[in-house]
């Protein structure tokens, strides 16, 4: 009771509210949609949404409750990658207007994290970049008004890195000006990507289309187009990791061909090999460089040795003719001293 004998109503409103849990899992793909164990990150980050029917966003949900975060931190523990998001709301209970309140869908997403701390999403389909690799984000699910609990997985896909091949073609020799490598115009050479066949062959794999390059003034590859020209298009690129044959199919001007192709292979954990030699990762400064957000490049410079000269005809057939005969004149005299003697011709 107040002090002025007037009573004070107090009214307590009981607002049922319907709550439901939504449980994360979350999974780790290769390129082969094989499950991945090793190389991941240590975390990642997730952001809680929800929107009401007619709505056309949605807006992220500060969790857990109380916390001034939108977005949440998941980590791995013995049973793999999980989160659960418990007592959600599944009516709008703030909204005192309708009796019939609004019922909220959620969804999961995967985002970046800036420096700032700011919670950036990835729409299905886009690509992270998490501990140097590069990954396709999709899954997660959409609550229905019907769900009471339910669960949701966002898939990781590894993607396959890119690569490019840069090459140049020198001479082997000092015969360019002031005495540097000649870059050698005009060669030729195709690309063909390796496969093995059902009994352990090596063949060529014929779901990738041959390429062909052909070398500009500087020693360039350039990639021609299906009619033979050169396009502005550097190198063979857009490769994915795999094992390829280079052959020089065209040498330049008093050059001979490579005597053999050259056999060159990318990884998907981004590493390349030429020949034999073994895996190497990009490093920079090198001839490969880059990384799996932006692609791989390997600058590989190949050298030719000149055709050499035959000998001269014309004018000094002669002494060609010389160098023939005179051991068969010799061989044809010692016969003929042989059957002297034979029938007694020579004498003391």
């Known amino acids: 009771a107040r002090k002025d004998g007037q009573t004070t109503t107090v009214t307590f409103t009981n607002t049922m509210r319907e709550l439901f849990d939504l449980t994360l899992t ?8 094989k499950d991945l164990t090793t190389n991941l990150p240590e975390q990642i980050y997730v952001q809680l949404q929800r929107q009401k ?6 807006t992220a949900v500060q969790y857990p409750k109380g916390s001034n975060l939108n977005y949440v931190t998941i ?17 709008d209970v703030s909204d005192t207007t309708n009796n019939d309140k609004p019922k909220w869908k959620y969804r999961v997403v995967e985002g970046t994290l800036g420096l700032d701390g700011t919670f950036t999403p990835l729409a299905e389909g886009e690509t992270i970049l998490l501990k ?8 997660g699910v959409e609550t229905t008004d019907e769900d009471k609990n339910t669960s949701a997985t966002l898939i990781n896909t590894l993607q396959n890195p890119k690569f490019t091949l840069d090459v140049t073609k020198k001479s082997a020799e000092s015969d360019g000006e002031n005495g540097q490598q000649k870059l ?21 794999d014929s779901s990738f289309v041959k390429r062909t390059g052909v070398t500009n003034d500087q020693g360039e590859l350039m990639l021609t187009d299906s009619s033979g020209n050169a396009t502005t298009t550097k190198g063979f690129t857009e490769l ?38 073994v895996l190497t990762a990009a490093k920079p400064g090198t001839n490969y460089t880059g990384d799996a957000a932006k692609g791989y490049t390997l600058s590989l410079t190949v050298l030719n040795r000149k055709t050499p000269a035959l000998p001269h005809t014309g004018a000094d057939a002669p002494s060609l003719w010389l160098l023939i005969g005179l051991p068969l004149a010799v061989a044809g005299l010692l016969i ?13």
């Open 26 to 33: 979350k999974k780790w793909k290769d390129a082969d949609d």
């Open 53 to 58: 029917a007619g709505d056309t966003t949605w």
């Open 75 to 91: 980590a791995p523990d013995n049973s793999g990658w999980h989160y659960p998001f418990v007592g959600l709301d599944r009516t």
């Open 132 to 139: 140097g690799n590069v990954y396709t984000v999709s899954g």
């Open 184 to 204: 050698l115009a005009g060669v030729e050479f195709t690309l063909e990507r390796l496969t093995t066949d059902g009994n352990g062959e090596t063949v060529v």
């Open 240 to 277: 994915e990791a795999g094992t390829y044959r280079l052959t020089e199919t065209k040498a330049a001007k008093d050059y001979n061909l490579l005597s053999e192709p050259i056999i060159i292979s990318f990884s998907k954990d981004g590493k390349y090999q030429v020949g034999a030699d």
């Open 336 to 348: 003929l001293v042989f059957r002297y003697n034979k029938k007694g011709g020579r004498t003391r």
